[in-house]
Structures are given as structure tokens and as C-alpha cells.
């Protein structure tokens, strides 16, 4: 059974840091493409950081660009995201999603609320 299961989201205050975790199991982590991906209330869901299976590549969204590094770690099967400066517009459900795009395969966690407000 796949499961990607995130954790660390939270209130920080604007400024803050937080560090989200995901721990997949049932598929094989190393394959696949992870990515971090957030979606506010009454927007959509965009892309925020994506690394590639062996974690050579990377990439972000210009929004957080600086701020947030993404790594991963195949020997623990789980996908970090390092958010750094926080700002209130980054306050979103956050969501980890495997890929491998191609056998059209794309896994989804449940998500993570991350709130920055003083």
C-alpha cells in the first residue's frame, strides 16, 4: 500500500522556519521524481520545490527561491523540504507528491498545514 505521510507543519511566526518531513513506503522511493507542492485557501495548487530521484537536480518555484531547499534521503525513503524566512503568503496545505511520469505514476500525501502569522 503506498503511503506518503508529511509532518512538521505549524504556526511559526513571519520571519520563522519550519521543516517539513515525508516518509513514503509501498513503491520503490528511490525511482521516483518528489516533489513538495502548496495549496492556500481559495487558490490553486502550485509546484514549490522538486528533486529528482537521485537528488542531483533541483528545483523551486521563483517564490521561494533562496528560502526553501529541498533534499532527500533514499536510504530513509523520505523527502524534506527546508523553509527558511517564512512570509504569511506561504501559509498553505503543503503536499508531497511522487512521480514517475514515465509509467504515468503519481502519488499524493494528504498534506501538512503550515500557518506564518504573528
Known amino acids: 500500500q503506498v503511503q506518503l505521510a508529511e509532518s512538521g507543519g505549524g504556526l511559526v511566526q513571519p520571519g520563522g522556519s519550519l521543516r517539513l518531513s515525508c516518509a513514503a513506503s509501498?513503491?520503490?522511493?528511490?525511482?521516483?521524481?518528489m516533489s513538495w507542492y502548496r495549496q492556500a485557501p481559495g487558490k490553486e495548487r502550485e509546484l514549490v520545490a522538486g528533486i529528482d530521484s537521485e537528488g542531483g537536480s533541483t528545483r523551486y518555484a521563483d517564490s521561494v527561491k533562496g528560502r526553501f531547499t529541498i533534499s532527500r534521503d533514499n536510504a530513509k525513503n523520505t523527502v524534506y523540504l527546508q523553509m527558511n524566512s517564512l512570509k504569511p503568503e506561504d501559509t498553505a496545505v503543503y503536499h508531497c507528491?511522487?512521480?514517475?511520469?514515465?509509467?504515468?505514476?503519481?502519488?499524493w500525501g494528504q498534506g501538512t498545514q503550515v500557518t506564518v502569522s504573528s
Open positions: 507528491n511522487a512521480q514517475r511520469r514515465v509509467f504515468g505514476i503519481d502519488y
Open positions: 509501498g513503491f520503490t522511493f528511490s525511482r521516483y521524481v
